[in-house]
Nanobody, 113 residues
Framework: VQLQACGGGLVQAGGSLRLSCAAS????????MGWYRQAPGKQRDVVAL???????DYADSVKGRFTISRDNAKNTVYLQMNSLKPEDTAVYYC????????WGQGTLVTVSS
């Protein structure tokens, strides 16, 4: 499985970004996918996850602001991020779990105050 993430960038506080992660290979329809993030000097933490049945889980810090979704026809998972805050600044990593754990290369999100 290979994961290609994109959509990061620089945005002002209160703005929005949408991340996408396209997966190649098999098992996308049964995979649990999601996003983690890692800020400088901090550990990598879960942001949002979506299962094959479209059930979702969010970190408390992003509930009500971020929305995760998936398109099985395109083998792609999305993270819509609204009302961004400076503390959302991090490298965001796409996560794929099916017959093993796979990570995307990371995309940088910078939120200026």
């Amino acid at each position: 499985v290979q994961l290609q993430a994109c959509g990061g960038g620089l945005v002002q506080a209160g703005g929005s970004l949408r991340l996408s992660c396209a997966a190649s290979g098999s098992f996308f329809s049964i995979a649990r996918m999601g996003w983690y993030r890692q800020a400088p000097g901090k550990q990598r933490d879960v942001v949002a996850l979506i299962s094959s049945d479209d059930s979702t889980d969010y970190a408390d810090s992003v509930k009500g602001r971020f929305t995760i979704s998936r398109d099985n026809a395109k083998n792609t998972v999305y993270l819509q991020m609204n009302s961004l805050k400076p503390e959302d600044t991090a490298v965001y990593y796409c996560y794929f779990y099916a017959r093993g754990i796979f990570w995307g290369q990371g995309t940088l999100v910078t939120v200026s105050s």
